[in-house]
T-cell receptor, first 116, second 114 residues
Framework: QKEVEQDPGPLSVPEGAIVSLNCTYS??????FMWYRQYSRKGPELLMY????GNKEDGRFTAQVDKSSKYISLFIRDSQPSDSATYLC????????????????FGKGTKLSVKP | DSGVTQTPKHLITATGQRVTLRCSPR?????VYWYQQSLDQGLQFLIQ???????AKGNILERFSAQQFPDLHSELNLSSLELGDSALYFC?????????????FGNGTRLTVT
C-alpha cells in the first residue's frame, strides 16, 4: 500500500462548480498536511497548509483533515478556468534526525480542468 | 514567485555524460531539498541538506550526489546519465529542517538524456 493515495483524474468541471479533491494516507505519524498547485511546466506552488484535524479556509479554498479516517480534502468554490492545474497533496511527520521519515511525501496529483 | 531559483531551465545531454543542476533557496531558508518528477512516479524525494549538512536521503541513486555550500546554494550532480534519468528536477527550500516547515519549490530543471 502506498503511503499516500490520490486519484489522478482527470477531473473536468464547468466554471463556477465546487471542486472536491481528496487523498488518503496510511502513516498515522503524518501530522502536517499541504496542498500544492502545479501548472504545466512550473514548480508546485503551496496553496494550503494545516497541521490539525478540521477545516482551514483561505478565500475560495478550504482544506479539511480527518486524522481518524486518514483522509484529507481540498475544496475549491466558484471554480475558475485559471484553477485548471494539477493539485498535489503532501504530508509530513515530525521526523527523526537524519532519517527520511520527516520528509514531504506527495500524492501523484489530480489533474483538474475547469471549462468556461 | 516562490523565491527559489533553479538553473538551467532546460538541459539536453547524451547518455554517459555528467551534469550539474543549481539551486538558490529563498532568503532566510536553511534547508534545501531535491525532488525528481517523472510522469509515472510523481514527485520523488532525493536528498535534503540543512545549513550545509546532509540531513536525509531518499531514493537517490549512487550516480547522483549533492552538496550545499556555505552561502546555502545547492548543486545536484548527475553522472553516467541514462535515458531513464530524463525528468524534471525540482529544488525546494524551507526555514527549518523538519515538521512544520512547508516547502517552497523552484520551477525546476527539465533534463533530457538522448
Amino acid at each position: 500500500q502506498k503511503e499516500v493515495e490520490q486519484d489522478p483524474g482527470p477531473l473536468s468541471v464547468p466554471e463556477g462548480a465546487i471542486v472536491s479533491l481528496n487523498c488518503t494516507y496510511s502513516n498515522s505519524a503524518f501530522q502536517y498536511f499541504m496542498w500544492y498547485r502545479q501548472y504545466s511546466r512550473k514548480g508546485p506552488e503551496l496553496l494550503m497548509y494545516t497541521y490539525s484535524s478540521g477545516n482551514k479556509e483561505d478565500g475560495r479554498f478550504t482544506a479539511q483533515v480527518d486524522k481518524s479516517s486518514k483522509y484529507i480534502s481540498l475544496f475549491i468554490r466558484d471554480s475558475q478556468p485559471s484553477d485548471s492545474a494539477t493539485y498535489l497533496c503532501a504530508m509530513r511527520s515530525w521526523g527523526d534526525y537524519g532519517g527520511s521519515q520527516g520528509n514531504l511525501i506527495f500524492g501523484k496529483g489530480t489533474k483538474l480542468s475547469v471549462k468556461p | 514567485d516562490s523565491g527559489v531559483t533553479q538553473t538551467p531551465k532546460h538541459l539536453i545531454t547524451a547518455t554517459g555524460q555528467r551534469v550539474t543542476l543549481r539551486c538558490s533557496p529563498r532568503s532566510g531558508d536553511l534547508s534545501v531539498y531535491w525532488y525528481q518528477q517523472s510522469l509515472d512516479q510523481g514527485l520523488q524525494f532525493l536528498i535534503q541538506y540543512y545549513n550545509g549538512e546532509e540531513r536525509a536521503k531518499g531514493n537517490i541513486l549512487e550516480r547522483f550526489s549533492a552538496q550545499q555550500f556555505p552561502d546555502l546554494h545547492s548543486e545536484l550532480n548527475l553522472s553516467s546519465l541514462e535515458l531513464g534519468d530524463s525528468a524534471l528536477y525540482f529544488c525546494a527550500s524551507s526555514v527549518g529542517d523538519r515538521g512544520p516547515s512547508p516547502l517552497h519549490f523552484g520551477n525546476g530543471t527539465r533534463l533530457t538524456v538522448t
